[in-house]
C-alpha cells in the first residue's frame, strides 16, 4: 500500500473540485476556513493557535503550572492559546487506571481554571449527557477519535455547543479518510452547530502503529460537502484543521498501556505547521513519567515551551511563502 494514491479518477476529480470552491487549486490557507473560540479566532489568516496542557486533570495546581507556561510562552511568540486537560479518561487500556475527577469536580476546576488562566479552555466527552455540563464550563468541546462517528454523542455535542456559543473539535478517526469527516460535519451542522474544527491524530498503518499522511492532512484542510444546511443544497466547510503532535505518536497496544514515540512530536508538528494547520494539539506535564495519563506520548513541559517558538518561526516562513 502506497500512502496518499488516490482510490479513484472519481474521487480525485472531487478533491480537485473541492480545491477549486475552497480558493484555488493548491490554496495553503482556505480563506473561509475560521472558527471563533471563546475570544479567538482559528482558521486562515489568523495566528497559529496551540491547543495544550496536560492529558488529565491531575490537580489544580499542576494544570495551572502547565497552563500558566504555555500561555506566556504563547503571548511571547505571537500565538493563540487554549488550555487543554481531560476530566475522565474513559477509554483507557485498564479499569485499574486513573481516570480524573470525574463530570462534577472537573466542570469545577476547568471553569477556575479559565477564569484564573484567561484564555479559553477544552476538554473532551464520551457521553451524550457530559455536553450540557461541559458547554457551560468551557469554549471548546472535543469528541475523541474512537468516538467521532457516534451520532448521538455528535447531536448532544453539537446541540449545547450552539446553546451556549461553544466550538466542537472532532478528532478524525484513525481508521477514517478525510473524506469520511465529512459526516462528522453534517450531524453537527444539522444539530445547529457551525462552529466546527478537525482534528488529524494519525492513521492505523496496520498493528502498533500510526502514521499522518499529508497528501490526506491536506485534503482535511479542503473538506466540504454538499447538502448541509436547513434547506439543503448548501455547500458547507472547510472548516479548520488542527494537528495533534503528541497522540500522532501512540503505539497503540504496544502493552498493558498505550506507547509511544514523543521524540517525534516535534518533527510532525514542524511539517504540519509548514503545510498550513490552523492549530496544532500537544499534551505535556513538568514529569511525563510520573503522569497518570499518556505517559508515553506527553512532551516535557521545557520541550513544549521550546516547540512553542519552533513552531512559531515555522508559521512566520510559511506565511512569508503564500
Same mark, same amino acid.
Given at each position: 500500500?502506497?500512502?496518499?494514491?488516490?482510490?479513484? +479518477? %472519481?474521487?480525485? #476529480?472531487?478533491?480537485? !473540485?473541492? &480545491?477549486? /470552491?475552497? @480558493?484555488?487549486?493548491? $490554496?495553503?490557507?482556505?480563506?473561509?476556513?475560521?472558527?471563533?473560540?471563546?475570544?479567538?479566532?482559528?482558521?486562515?489568516?489568523?495566528?497559529?493557535?496551540?491547543?495544550?496542557?496536560?492529558?488529565?486533570?491531575?490537580?489544580?495546581?499542576?494544570?495551572?503550572?502547565?497552563?500558566?507556561?504555555?500561555?506566556?510562552?504563547?503571548?511571547?511568540?505571537?500565538?493563540?492559546?487554549?488550555?487543554?486537560?481531560?476530566?475522565?479518561?474513559?477509554?483507557?487500556?485498564?479499569?485499574?487506571?486513573?481516570?480524573?475527577?470525574?463530570? +462534577? %469536580?472537573?466542570? #469545577?476546576?476547568?471553569? !477556575?481554571? &479559565?477564569? /484564573?488562566? @484567561?484564555?479559553?479552555? $477544552?476538554?473532551?466527552?464520551?457521553?451524550?449527557?457530559?455536553?450540557?455540563?461541559?458547554?457551560?464550563?468551557?469554549?471548546?468541546?472535543?469528541?475523541?477519535?474512537?468516538?467521532c462517528r457516534q451520532t448521538d454523542l455528535l447531536i448532544g455535542?453539537?446541540?449545547?455547543?450552539?446553546?451556549?456559543?461553544?466550538?466542537?473539535?472532532?478528532?478524525?478517526?484513525?481508521?477514517?479518510?478525510?473524506?469520511?469527516?465529512?459526516?462528522?460535519?453534517?450531524?453537527?451542522?444539522?444539530?445547529?452547530?457551525?462552529?466546527?474544527?478537525?482534528?488529524?491524530?494519525?492513521?492505523?498503518?496496520?498493528?502498533? &502503529?500510526?502514521?499522518n499522511d499529508f497528501l490526506g492532512f491536506g485534503d482535511l484542510?479542503?473538506?466540504?460537502?454538499?447538502?448541509?444546511?436547513?434547506?439543503?443544497?448548501?455547500?458547507?466547510?472547510?472548516?479548520?484543521?488542527?494537528?495533534?503532535?503528541?497522540?500522532?505518536?501512540?503505539?497503540?497496544?504496544?502493552?498493558?498501556?498505550?506507547?509511544?514515540?514523543?521524540?517525534?512530536?516535534?518533527?510532525?508538528?514542524?511539517?504540519?505547521?509548514?503545510?498550513?494547520?490552523h492549530a496544532v494539539f500537544m499534551e505535556c506535564h513538568p514529569?511525563?513519567?510520573?503522569?497518570?495519563?499518556?505517559?508515553?506520548?506527553?512532551?516535557?513541559?521545557?520541550?513544549?515551551?521550546?516547540?512553542?517558538?519552533?513552531?512559531?518561526?515555522?508559521?512566520?516562513?510559511?506565511?512569508?511563502?503564500?
Open positions: 500500500m502506497i500512502l496518499g494514491v488516490r482510490e479513484s +479518477a %472519481d474521487e480525485t #476529480a472531487s478533491h480537485v !473540485a473541492a &480545491r477549486a /470552491r475552497a @480558493g484555488g487549486v493548491g $490554496t495553503l490557507f482556505p480563506m473561509n476556513a475560521t472558527c471563533p473560540v471563546g475570544d479567538i479566532i482559528i482558521g486562515a489568516g489568523r495566528p497559529l493557535t496551540i491547543i495544550g496542557g496536560p492529558c488529565l486533570l491531575e490537580s489544580e495546581s499542576l494544570a495551572m503550572e502547565v497552563g500558566v507556561a504555555l500561555r506566556d510562552a504563547c503571548r511571547a511568540a505571537g500565538l493563540q492559546y487554549i488550555f487543554k486537560a481531560s476530566f475522565d479518561k474513559a477509554n483507557r487500556s485498564s479499569i485499574a487506571s486513573a481516570r480524573g475527577p470525574g463530570l +462534577a %469536580d472537573g466542570v #469545577a476546576m476547568l471553569g !477556575a481554571l &479559565r477564569e /484564573r488562566l @484567561g484564555v479559553p479552555v $477544552t476538554t473532551d466527552i464520551h457521553e451524550p449527557a457530559q455536553a450540557p455540563s461541559i458547554a457551560e464550563a468551557v469554549d471548546l468541546i472535543q469528541i475523541p477519535a474512537f468516538l455535542a453539537g446541540q449545547a455547543a450552539a446553546a451556549h456559543g461553544r466550538a466542537v473539535n472532532v478528532k478524525k478517526g484513525q481508521f477514517l479518510s478525510p473524506r469520511e469527516m465529512g459526516g462528522a460535519c453534517r450531524k453537527l451542522l444539522e444539530s445547529g452547530c457551525e462552529r466546527i474544527i478537525l482534528t488529524e491524530r494519525g492513521t492505523f498503518f496496520g498493528y502498533h &502503529r500510526l502514521v484542510m479542503e473538506l466540504q460537502i454538499e447538502g448541509a444546511g436547513p434547506a439543503g443544497g448548501q455547500m458547507a466547510g472547510p472548516w479548520p484543521v488542527c494537528f495533534d503532535c503528541t497522540h500522532s505518536t501512540q503505539l497503540p497496544g504496544a502493552g498493558e498501556t498505550t506507547g509511544g514515540r514523543p521524540e517525534r512530536s516535534s518533527l510532525l508538528a514542524r511539517a504540519a505547521v509548514a503545510a498550513g494547520a514529569d511525563p513519567a510520573s503522569a497518570h495519563s499518556d505517559a508515553s506520548t506527553m512532551l516535557p513541559l521545557k520541550q513544549a515551551l521550546a516547540l512553542v517558538e519552533t513552531l512559531a518561526r515555522v508559521r512566520r516562513a510559511v506565511a512569508m511563502e503564500a
